[in-house]
C-alpha cells in the first residue's frame, strides 16, 4: 500500500504564508505527477498546481505568482509554498500522486487525508 502524509496546514493572516509538505511512503517503483488540489465547503475540489516527473509545472489561474510547487524525488515528497494568502484560499488541501508500485504496470491514483488551511482577513 501507498500512503500520503500531508503537514504545514493552519491559520494564517492574510497576506502570509505557508509551506505544506507531502510525503510518499510504500514500495515504491516511481511516482510520475504529484499535486495539490483544494476543496473548500460548498464547492467542489479543484486543482492547485501540479508537477510531472519531467517538464513544466501547471498552476490555477488563481494562485499563479503566489504559490509555488516543487518537489524532492529523493524523499518522495511534493511541497506547495504559499506567499500572499488570501481568505479565498481558504480550504482544504489535498496531495495527490500518481504512483507506479513495485511489480505494477501502471500508475494509480493516491491521496493524502486533507490539510486544513485557514485565511483569516
Known amino acids: 500500500q501507498v500512503q500520503l502524509v500531508e503537514s504545514g496546514g493552519g491559520l494564517v493572516q492574510a497576506g502570509g504564508s505557508l509551506r505544506l509538505s507531502c510525503a510518499a511512503s510504500?514500495?515504491?517503483?516511481?511516482?510520475?505527477?504529484m499535486g495539490w488540489y483544494r476543496q473548500a465547503p460548498g464547492k467542489q475540489r479543484e486543482l492547485v498546481a501540479i508537477?510531472?516527473?519531467?517538464?513544466?509545472?501547471n498552476y490555477a489561474d488563481s494562485v499563479k505568482g503566489r504559490f509555488t510547487i516543487s518537489r524532492d524525488n529523493a524523499k518522495n515528497t511534493v511541497y506547495l509554498q504559499m506567499n500572499s494568502l488570501k481568505p479565498e484560499d481558504t480550504a482544504v488541501y489535498y496531495c495527490?500522486?500518481?504512483?507506479?508500485?513495485?511489480?505494477?504496470?501502471?500508475?494509480?491514483?493516491?491521496w493524502g487525508q486533507g490539510t486544513q488551511v485557514t485565511v483569516s482577513s
Open positions: 510504500g514500495i515504491i517503483f516511481r511516482i510520475n505527477a
Open positions: 495527490n500522486a500518481a504512483v507506479i508500485r513495485l511489480g505494477d504496470t501502471g500508475a494509480n491514483d493516491y
Open positions: 508537477i510531472p516527473s519531467l517538464g513544466s509545472t
